[in-house]
């Protein structure tokens, strides 16, 4: 088959990879904001595609057999774009979707809806290290009475005022080095997204054995699709379709 991933995960990266040893011919679309990427066996294709119909056109030109959307839990205008596409082209969707994170017994996560209550719920003086990635600071930013660390693979696109500091780094983290992080800095809060997955876990893990209090950012909502957890779950729709 001829198959196009939305990717820009490790997930999709790992798919890419299976379908391509399995004789596939795979298609993995970058949207590009990342620099030096660990790239994906088969072709690559880099940038976006202009909205939901140009993505339909690129399937029905291209003559793609299948998509499947494994870009980043909170994506969530790629994805409706890909359910949409799908429809109009006419080609058959997978929706590869990382489970969440659970929260441990006895851990301080405060459920929030969105980056704007997050902000407004932290307590005055607080020091809160936030992993939302490089952009959408500024809801964070104008709490002018709390102080911030922002961690992201990509630097932020805004210079940061003087009660925020920058750290460029790329994931998998560990516990240990999650802790020191935490305590070198003085957080007192974590702020993240649900995104799942074991690469980011272990700031969650280092938290926890802190007690510190993190607020966990809700996932979008997203229009319905065949959605699947695992690899080896999307491999089976595509050969089930």
């Known amino acids: 088959m001829k198959i196009l991933i939305l990717g820009g995960t490790e997930e999709a990266r790992l798919l890419a990879d299976r379908l391509v040893a399995m004789g596939h011919e795979v298609t993995t679309s970058l949207a590009g904001k990342t620099v030096a990427p660990v790239l994906p066996k088969g072709s690559v294709r880099t940038g976006g595609f202009g909205g939901a119909d140009a993505l339909a056109r690129y399937l029905r030109e291209e003559k793609f057999d299948r998509l499947v959307d494994a870009t980043h839990p909170y994506a969530a205008a790629i994805k409706a774009n ?31 809806a969105s980056a704007e209550e997050a902000a407004e719920s932290l307590p005055k003086g607080a020091r809160a290290l936030l992993t939302l990635g490089n952009t959408g ?22 210079p940061l005022p003087v009660n925020a500091t920058s750290i460029v780094a790329r994931p998998p983290f560990y516990p240990q080095g999650e802790l020191a992080l935490l305590q070198e800095q003085g957080i007192t809060h974590l702020v993240c997204k649900n995104s799942g997955g074991v690469q980011t876990e272990a700031k969650l893990q280092a938290a926890h054995q802190l007690g510190l209090p993190v607020f966990m950012i809700a996932r979008p909502e997203l229009p319905p699709a065949h959605e699947v957890p695992t690899i080896g779950q999307v491999i089976a729709a595509l050969r089930l379709s």
């Open 82 to 112: 890909a359910v949409r596409a799908a429809e109009a082209a006419e080609v058959k969707l997978v929706r590869l979707t990382r489970p969440e994170w659970k929260e441990p017994q006895y851990a301080f996560w405060k459920r929030v």
């Open 137 to 158: 600071l500024d809801v964070f930013l104008a709490r002018t009475d709390c102080s911030f660390v922002v961690r992201s693979i990509e630097p932020p696109e805004k």
